[in-house]
């Protein structure tokens, strides 16, 4: 292995191959950082509807975890990507007046978004149901309302149950931005192939993405796991002891 390759200029001259590289990993975070924000905003309503008393609410929101966990991730770029606009006049309006490189962060976003809502919402309810039935009765015995027994009792709870699976679903997140180099997106996956393809120093490309896809899904964890140390709630789950 050669690290001096990465301080080797590219082809245009812009810079170094570790420039190029790091270039790549700024729109990996970028995208991981939104659809992480989306994902759990839609998750956590999705996993609240699931397990609200409407039978409507219900069936929706498993319609909704069905549909987006059930086709592969790749699909849905593809969808996102070339059909939605296609069938939607409004988006494609949109979309002809941005930068392909907007347009490629921006599907990506979406579609990681909603597939990673998907697995959350899932999570959620999960979370909400381990409860004791008797915590949701006293948030009505308190006189609360359902969406303030839902934020007051049950969700503050929910969530401090279901940080490990979250923190595992972040660093999947993270991984998948990879998947957003099959329409284009110059992220960190993108670069390292281009740079392998352009120089045949594949070996340490890829050594070099290696290190940077695991410091940045092991500094997830670890935000994580102090997230978790920090509110736990001593005597009920193990990170309160």
């Known amino acids: 292995m050669d690290p001096s390759i990465f301080l080797e200029q590219v082809p245009d001259g812009e810079g170094t191959w570790g420039e190029m590289l790091l270039g790549g990993l700024g729109w990996t975070l970028g995208t991981a950082f939104f659809a992480w924000i989306m994902a759990f905003v839609l998750g956590s309503l999705v996993g609240v509807a699931r397990t609200t008393e409407k039978p409507w609410l219900v069936r929706l929101g498993n319609a909704y975890v069905e549909l987006f966990r059930n086709i592969p991730l790749i699909v849905q770029f593809f969808v996102w990507y070339f059909v939605i606009p296609g069938l939607v006049p409004a988006v494609k309006s949109w979309v002809v007046t941005l930068d392909p490189t907007y347009h490629q962060f921006v599907t990506a976003i979406v579609c990681l978004g909603f597939f990673t809502s998907a697995r959350i919402a899932e999570q959620v309810r999960a979370g909400?149901?381990?409860l004791p039935?008797?915590?949701?009765?006293a948030g009505y015995a308190l006189g609360l309302t359902t969406g303030q027994t839902y934020r007051y009792v049950l969700l503050p709870m929910a969530y401090?149950?279901?940080i490990p699976p979250l923190t595992s679903e972040m660093m999947n997140l993270?991984?998948?931005t990879a998947v957003a180099y099959s329409i284009g997106l110059v992220e960190l996956f993108f670069r390292t192939r281009e740079m392998g393809e352009m120089t045949f120093r594949y070996f340490e490309a890829f050594a070099a993405a290696t290190v940077i896809?695991?410091?940045i899904a092991m500094t997830a964890n670890r935000v994580m796991a102090y997230v978790e140390k920090r509110v736990a709630v001593p005597g009920y789950i193990a990170g309160g002891k």
């Open 133 to 137: 039935r008797g915590q949701r009765n």
């Open 174 to 176: 993270i991984k998948n």
């Open 213 to 215: 896809y695991v410091a």
């Open 160 to 162: 401090r149950i279901i």
């Open 128 to 130: 909400i149901q381990a």
